[in-house]
């Protein structure tokens, strides 16, 4: 990504998040979900309809795929399916494996929101990615929590508890 208004946010997050390391900013007409890869070089791959995303949303997805990268959940998503291949016949690796999923997305919410993005602002946000996206198409991937509607209510419901504690 070339965009001056995405370089800028990037670097403004960067430093607002305390990063030591550069972060690459990728786009792609492939993909339809924003995600992140990579430990020594990461990566943050967004889909090619971000040129057409209001502000806010540009700032909460790029500080969500950030909040992955800063808490280095490639790394963890990697020892989660190795894992799972060791230990692919007992059902309780799987089950812990979604769970580690589930939370790795709560997780990154909680960064966003304790950054200052307003819960229900930051809900809508995600509704309507998720609302674009073919969710019987994602189904399958584990990988993307945020797709599944089982997973995206809860994950909407967490976002929007104000009781909920955001500390770190």
């Known amino acids: 990504v070339r965009e001056s208004s995405w370089i800028g946010l990037l670097t403004r997050l960067l430093a607002c998040l305390r990063f030591r390391r550069s972060v690459a900013l990728l786009q792609t007409s492939h993909r339809r979900m924003p995600m992140t ?28 795929e950030l909040a992955h990268v800063k808490r280095r959940d490639y790394l963890t998503n990697l020892l989660t399916r190795i894992a799972c291949a060791v230990y692919w016949f007992n059902t309780l690796i799987w089950l812990a494996a979604r769970y580690v999923v589930s939370e790795r997305e709560h997780a990154c919410d909680e960064i966003v929101l ?18 674009g996206l073919q969710t019987e198409r994602f189904a399958t991937f584990s990988g993307i929590a945020m797709a599944r509607p089982s997973k995206l209510e809860g994950r909407l419901l967490a976002i929007l508890d104000v009781r909920r504690d955001r500390r770190a």
């Open 37 to 64: 890869w990579g430990l020594l070089l990461p990566k943050v791959l967004l889909p090619a309809e971000t040129a057409d995303w209001p502000e806010e949303r540009r700032r909460v997805v790029l500080l969500h």
């Open 114 to 131: 304790g950054l200052g993005a307003r819960p229900a602002n930051y809900a809508e946000q995600v509704l309507q990615i998720a609302s």
